[in-house]
């Protein structure tokens, strides 16, 4: 575990690259913050859903989720449905133009990251994406109160 300060340090770094490079995404004004698009991805992989649901899988207050979810849907992204299973309650669903959001963020995320990882070799960016992979589903893991996964061993 010797080198879990300088991980420490580096997520730090990471946290703050991450952040500055939302604005470097060339997607153009899609009518909401980039905060409340990305709630576009879990819809669009998961299908309509209440607030509720969203606030829980993105580990954020619901009063921040409502807002976003406000923006999507005035900006056409998203629309509001009635829950099949409780008719008083709703649901949010990823519109046509939501999609095509997605696609366009997927896009500008994809060619940033190419350009930020010319000349790695795509051995090493698969371990690395499986690593980050891990490392995120056992931060998940944590945050819901459930024991991380074991990683996989090495081949020694």
Do not use: Y
């Amino acid at each position: 575990m010797d080198a879990l300060p300088q991980l420490a340090e580096e997520l730090v770094r990471f946290h703050r690259l991450a952040t500055r490079s939302r604005s470097i995404l060339s997607v153009g004004d899609l009518g909401a913050e980039f905060s409340a698009l990305m709630l576009l991805f879990p819809l669009r992989r998961q299908g309509p859903m209440r607030a509720t649901d969203l606030a829980e899988i993105k580990q954020a207050d619901p009063s921040t989720i409502s807002r976003q979810v406000a923006q999507l849907v005035k900006a056409g992204l998203a629309r509001r449905e009635a829950d099949p299973v409780d008719g008083r309650a709703s649901r949010l669903a990823i519109t046509d133009a939501g999609l095509a959001a997605c696609e366009q963020l997927e896009q500008a995320r994809q060619a940033w990251l190419r350009e930020a990882l010319e000349g790695w070799p795509d051995d090493r960016i698969a371990t690395f994406a499986g690593l980050f992979e891990q490392f995120n589903s056992s931060v998940e893991a944590l945050l819901r109160n459930e024991p991380a996964a074991t990683p996989p061993r090495e081949n020694a």
